[in-house]
């Protein structure tokens, strides 16, 4: 059983700039989150995709973007690079959305991503 | 909405001996799950514990148990028989029944020495 991957690890953009980062999810999941985690800080919910759908999504703005692929795996797309959104960017796979209390999110490795 | 606040930033302990990190949340719902996760420098979030909030006992995973208090909304994690390789950020973290968004809180630095 394959776990969550990312890519790429680390990347350096410069303000303005697009980005995408990658997310394969583990074998047997079919929704994908997205987080960001500025430094010292907890993760924050970007947005949801559950079976190629978006299923929720956090506050904040429409630069960010997603994408889920028939295979489960997922894009997140950063229009208009800004300072601020240098943070560690994870992916975490899960089985379901709702109606299961328990359910564990396995997460990936993280993408760096600084902008300059 | 949901809030969580962890009030350690950073803890030290030594190898072999337990150590609990705090955890209180605020939140309306009667229905909730409280998770614990570890991060190590490596980046990724390792699941360590869930506890619904209709258990009545408290959740347990090998060294990990969670204290849970729910009258005073707090879910302590415990960690008996420190090893090294504990050492890592630590977060408390809750999404209530109806959601699939987990509030994070900011995480507690655990250290453990020799």
């Known amino acids: 059983e394959t776990g969550v991957t990312q890519s790429p690890t680390h990347l350096i953009k410069t303000r303005g700039q697009q980005v995408t980062l990658r997310c394969s999810s583990q074998s047997g999941h079919n929704t994908v989150s997205w987080y960001q985690q500025a430094l010292g800080q907890g993760p924050q919910f970007i947005f949801q995709y559950y079976r190629e759908e978006e299923n929720g999504r956090g506050n904040f703005p429409p630069r960010f973007s997603g994408l889920q692929f028939p295979n489960y795996s997922s894009e997140l797309n950063v229009n208009a690079l800004e300072l601020d959104d240098s943070a560690l960017y994870l992916c975490?796979?899960?089985?379901?959305?709702?109606?299961?209390?328990?359910?564990?999110?396995?997460f990936g490795p993280g993408t760096r991503l600084t902008v300059t | 909405a949901q809030k969580i606040t962890q009030t350690q930033p950073g803890m030290f302990v030594q190898e072999k001996e337990a150590v609990t990190l705090d955890c209180t949340y605020d939140t309306s719902d009667q229905s909730y799950g409280l998770f614990w996760y570890k991060q190590p420098s490596s980046g990724e979030m390792i699941f360590l514990i869930y506890q619904g909030s209709y258990d009545e006992q408290n959740a347990t995973e090998g060294r990990y148990s969670l204290n849970f208090q729910k009258a005073r909304k707090s879910a302590n994690l415990v960690i008996s028989a420190s090893q090294l390789g504990d050492s890592a950020m630590y977060f408390c973290?809750?999404?209530?029944?109806?959601?699939?968004?987990?509030?994070f809180g900011r995480g507690t630095s655990l250290i453990v020495h020799p």
């Open positions: 975490a796979s899960s089985f379901g959305v709702r109606g299961h209390d328990r359910y564990e999110q396995y």
């Open positions: 973290a809750m999404r209530d029944g109806g959601s699939y968004i987990p509030t």
